[in-house]
Nanobody, 129 residues
Protein backbone atom coordinates (compact mmCIF):
# COMPACT_ATOMS: atom_id res chain seq x y z
CA UNK A 1 0.00 0.00 0.00
CA UNK A 2 0.96 3.62 -0.40
CA UNK A 3 2.82 5.18 2.48
CA UNK A 4 4.06 8.72 2.96
CA UNK A 5 6.21 9.07 6.05
CA UNK A 6 7.25 12.52 7.21
CA UNK A 7 10.15 13.26 9.50
CA UNK A 8 12.22 16.20 10.69
CA UNK A 9 9.72 18.15 12.73
CA UNK A 10 10.91 19.46 16.08
CA UNK A 11 11.15 22.48 18.35
CA UNK A 12 13.20 25.29 16.84
CA UNK A 13 13.89 28.89 17.81
CA UNK A 14 12.43 31.76 15.82
CA UNK A 15 14.71 32.69 12.95
CA UNK A 16 15.99 29.16 12.66
CA UNK A 17 15.82 26.64 9.84
CA UNK A 18 14.44 23.17 9.48
CA UNK A 19 14.29 20.56 6.75
CA UNK A 20 11.38 18.17 6.60
CA UNK A 21 11.50 14.91 4.70
CA UNK A 22 8.79 12.69 3.28
CA UNK A 23 9.62 9.19 2.14
CA UNK A 24 7.15 7.71 -0.33
CA UNK A 25 6.57 4.04 -1.01
CA UNK A 26 3.98 1.94 -2.80
CA UNK A 27 3.49 4.39 -5.64
CA UNK A 28 5.23 5.30 -8.86
CA UNK A 29 6.92 8.40 -7.55
CA UNK A 30 7.62 9.84 -10.99
CA UNK A 31 3.92 10.07 -11.80
CA UNK A 32 2.94 12.03 -8.70
CA UNK A 33 3.09 15.70 -7.93
CA UNK A 34 4.12 16.07 -4.31
CA UNK A 35 3.22 18.77 -1.86
CA UNK A 36 3.41 20.04 1.69
CA UNK A 37 0.49 21.39 3.67
CA UNK A 38 0.25 22.50 7.25
CA UNK A 39 -2.51 22.66 9.80
CA UNK A 40 -3.14 24.13 13.23
CA UNK A 41 -6.06 23.07 15.44
CA UNK A 42 -9.33 24.63 14.43
CA UNK A 43 -8.13 25.75 11.01
CA UNK A 44 -8.21 24.28 7.56
CA UNK A 45 -5.21 22.59 6.05
CA UNK A 46 -3.07 25.24 4.37
CA UNK A 47 -1.06 24.82 1.19
CA UNK A 48 2.66 25.41 1.61
CA UNK A 49 4.40 24.14 -1.53
CA UNK A 50 4.22 21.63 -4.37
CA UNK A 51 6.56 20.24 -6.98
CA UNK A 52 5.59 18.64 -10.25
CA UNK A 53 6.17 14.98 -11.11
CA UNK A 54 8.98 16.03 -13.42
CA UNK A 55 10.59 18.06 -10.67
CA UNK A 56 10.73 21.06 -12.95
CA UNK A 57 7.80 23.13 -11.75
CA UNK A 58 7.04 24.48 -8.29
CA UNK A 59 4.24 26.32 -6.58
CA UNK A 60 4.26 28.06 -3.22
CA UNK A 61 1.60 29.28 -0.87
CA UNK A 62 1.60 32.91 0.16
CA UNK A 63 2.24 32.39 3.86
CA UNK A 64 5.75 30.98 3.50
CA UNK A 65 6.77 32.09 0.01
CA UNK A 66 10.38 33.21 -0.06
CA UNK A 67 11.20 31.26 3.08
CA UNK A 68 10.66 27.69 1.88
CA UNK A 69 11.96 25.49 -0.89
CA UNK A 70 10.44 22.20 -1.96
CA UNK A 71 12.64 19.63 -3.64
CA UNK A 72 12.42 15.97 -4.57
CA UNK A 73 14.89 13.16 -5.03
CA UNK A 74 13.62 10.54 -7.44
CA UNK A 75 16.37 8.11 -6.55
CA UNK A 76 15.19 8.10 -2.95
CA UNK A 77 11.45 8.62 -3.58
CA UNK A 78 11.65 11.47 -1.13
CA UNK A 79 10.37 15.02 -1.08
CA UNK A 80 11.85 17.72 1.13
CA UNK A 81 10.76 21.04 2.54
CA UNK A 82 13.53 23.42 3.52
CA UNK A 83 12.18 26.13 5.81
CA UNK A 84 14.16 29.21 6.76
CA UNK A 85 13.57 32.30 8.92
CA UNK A 86 10.95 30.44 10.88
CA UNK A 87 8.36 32.38 12.88
CA UNK A 88 6.20 31.31 15.82
CA UNK A 89 3.16 31.44 13.52
CA UNK A 90 4.75 28.70 11.42
CA UNK A 91 4.09 26.27 14.27
CA UNK A 92 1.82 23.54 12.90
CA UNK A 93 1.59 19.94 11.90
CA UNK A 94 3.15 19.63 8.45
CA UNK A 95 1.76 17.04 6.08
CA UNK A 96 3.17 15.53 2.94
CA UNK A 97 0.71 14.72 0.15
CA UNK A 98 0.76 13.22 -3.31
CA UNK A 99 -1.54 13.47 -6.29
CA UNK A 100 -1.29 11.47 -9.49
CA UNK A 101 -0.37 14.14 -11.98
CA UNK A 102 -2.40 13.48 -15.08
CA UNK A 103 -2.90 17.21 -15.55
CA UNK A 104 -0.82 20.24 -16.44
CA UNK A 105 0.90 21.47 -13.31
CA UNK A 106 -0.13 24.92 -12.15
CA UNK A 107 -0.33 26.79 -8.89
CA UNK A 108 -4.12 26.82 -9.00
CA UNK A 109 -4.34 23.12 -9.68
CA UNK A 110 -2.16 21.92 -6.78
CA UNK A 111 -3.16 24.13 -3.86
CA UNK A 112 -6.33 22.36 -2.72
CA UNK A 113 -6.06 19.62 -0.13
CA UNK A 114 -9.15 17.79 -1.34
CA UNK A 115 -7.47 17.08 -4.68
CA UNK A 116 -4.74 14.92 -3.17
CA UNK A 117 -4.81 11.14 -3.24
CA UNK A 118 -2.46 10.26 -0.40
CA UNK A 119 -1.35 11.83 2.88
CA UNK A 120 1.27 11.23 5.49
CA UNK A 121 0.59 11.19 9.21
CA UNK A 122 2.17 14.61 9.76
CA UNK A 123 5.15 15.92 11.66
CA UNK A 124 4.96 18.62 14.34
CA UNK A 125 6.94 21.80 13.94
CA UNK A 126 7.05 24.17 16.88
CA UNK A 127 8.76 27.54 16.63
CA UNK A 128 9.58 29.17 19.93
CA UNK A 129 9.73 32.94 20.23
Amino acid sequence: QVQLVESGGRLVQAGGSLRLSCAASGLTFSTYAMAWFRQVPGKEREFVAARSKSGIYTAYGDSMKGRVTISRDSAKNTVYLQMNSLKPEDSAVYYCAGVRQDFAFSSERVRFAHDYDYWGQGTQVTVAS
